[in-house]
Each structure stands twice: as C-alpha cells, then as structure tokens.
C-alpha cells in the first residue's frame, strides 16, 4: 500500500537560519511520482516540485533543493536561508502510474514557522 | 500556469440543507478531476476521482450518496454535499489533470471553505 511519512509535524527556525523537511514514502509500483506543496495560511496549494521514480537527481531551485533518494525511500526538501515568507504547511505527496495515475497520497504535512 | 478555479471560496449552510461545489479548469480541458477534503490541522484526504462522462470512483469510507459528483464537461466537476452535518465541516479543494502528453500533472483550485451549522 502507499503511503507517506512527514514524521516532523512542527519545526520553528529562526530566520536565515537552513531547515530541512523530511519526507520517506511506500509504493510497490516501480513508476511513481513525488511532490512538494507549500500550504500558506490562506489554504490554496502552491506545487514546488515533480520527480519521477528514474529520476534520482538532485533538484536546486533558488534557496530550496531537494535530495531524492531511492536507497532510502526518501525525498527531503530543504530551505536555505529561511525567510518568515516560507512560514507555512508542507505537504509531501506520492502519485503513482497506471491505473492510480494522478491520485496524490498525501503525508501529514510539516508546519513550519519561521520567526524574524 | 494551468489555472483551476472553484466557487465558492466560502460557504455557510444550515444543516439538512445541500450545497454544490464546482470547480472549472480554465485554460485547458480536465479528463480526470479530483476532490480532496481537509480537516483544520490535517492532511489531504481524497474522497474521490472524477473522469469525464463516467460516474466518480469514491475512496473507502466516503459515501457517495451524500457526496454527489458530477463531471459533466471537460472543464466543470461538481461537488454537491447532500445533507450537510456540522462534522461535514471542512476545507474541500478540487484538482484538475490535463489530458494528453504531460504526464500526471495536475493542478489545484483555490479550495471552498464549507461551515456547516
């Protein structure tokens, strides 16, 4: 069965300060897709990221990257120099292909706050 | 970007009443639509999978007799909650997936807020 794991359910960082959010998934498919959303507080779903399964290169895209790790069923995403602007609920998602295509496995999602 | 819109944004509702929720891709034609429902504090959970000019496939637990959906176009899906009891209290939000080559993107609407009370 699918499934993804956001152990960390708050983390409070100071600004500037680098944060990474963590996120491990389950899946028996070999083809399968990973997410990130940003959840601000006024609740519309902001997409950071796509990776599918063959693709295990690592991802930089301005202060956010992102480590994709089969070995570990891992797909973390970290914030460099975090500003009080990424304050917000991170979700981490896990889709898979075939007759699934398109439905998104959400994990529990990671509240991060970041104070000025 | 795809842009995916929903109305209304926010809804209050007696209970016993109905309440329809829809959600329309504006820019390009959706043959899969999908209905989350969130909880304050929770994650997303998907209630069900919406394809174009067949019934929805609903997830384990969600009743589709309360939970009406109807995708009656390539562009509009519609949520009506039959019923509505306080605990139908949430956030719902709708994605769209574009059809053809570009994989299993997908693209979320803005979310309706429905109180029930």
């Known amino acids: 069965a699918q499934k993804v794991t956001q152990a960390q359910t708050e983390i409070s960082v100071v600004e500037k300060e680098d944060v990474t959010l963590d996120c491990v998934y389950e899946?028996?498919?070999?083809?399968?897709?990973l997410f990130w959303y940003k959840q601000p507080p006024s609740g519309e779903l902001v997409f950071l990221i796509r990776r599918n399964s063959f693709d295990e290169q690592n991802e930089i895209s301005g202060r956010y990257s992102w480590n994709f790790q089969k070995s570990t069923s891992s797909f973390n995403f970290t914030i460099t120099a975090s500003q009080v602007v990424d304050s917000a609920v991170y979700f981490c998602a896990l889709s898979e292909a075939g007759n699934q295509g398109g439905k998104l496995i959400f994990g529990q999602g990671t509240e991060l706050s970041v104070k000025p | 970007g795809a842009v995916v819109s929903q109305h209304p944004s926010r809804v209050i509702c007696k209970s016993g009443t109905s309440v329809k929720i829809e959600c329309r891709s504006l820019?390009?034609?959706?043959?899969?639509m999908f209905w989350y429902r969130q909880f304050p504090k929770q994650s997303l959970m998907l209630m069900a999978t919406?394809?174009?000019?067949?019934?929805?496939?609903?997830e384990q637990g969600v009743e589709k007799d309360k939970f009406l959906i109807n995708h009656a176009s390539l562009t509009l899906s519609t949520l009506t909650v039959t019923s509505a009891h306080p605990e139908d209290s949430s956030f719902y939000i709708c994605?769209?997936?574009?059809?053809?080559?570009?994989?299993?993107?997908?693209?979320f609407g803005p979310g309706t807020r429905l109180t029930v009370t």
């Open positions: 820019d390009f034609q959706a043959t899969t």
């Open positions: 919406s394809n174009e000019g067949s019934k929805a496939t609903y």
């Open positions: 994605s769209a997936r574009r059809g053809g080559g570009r994989g299993y993107e997908q693209y």
């Open positions: 899946t028996r498919d070999t083809t399968y897709y």
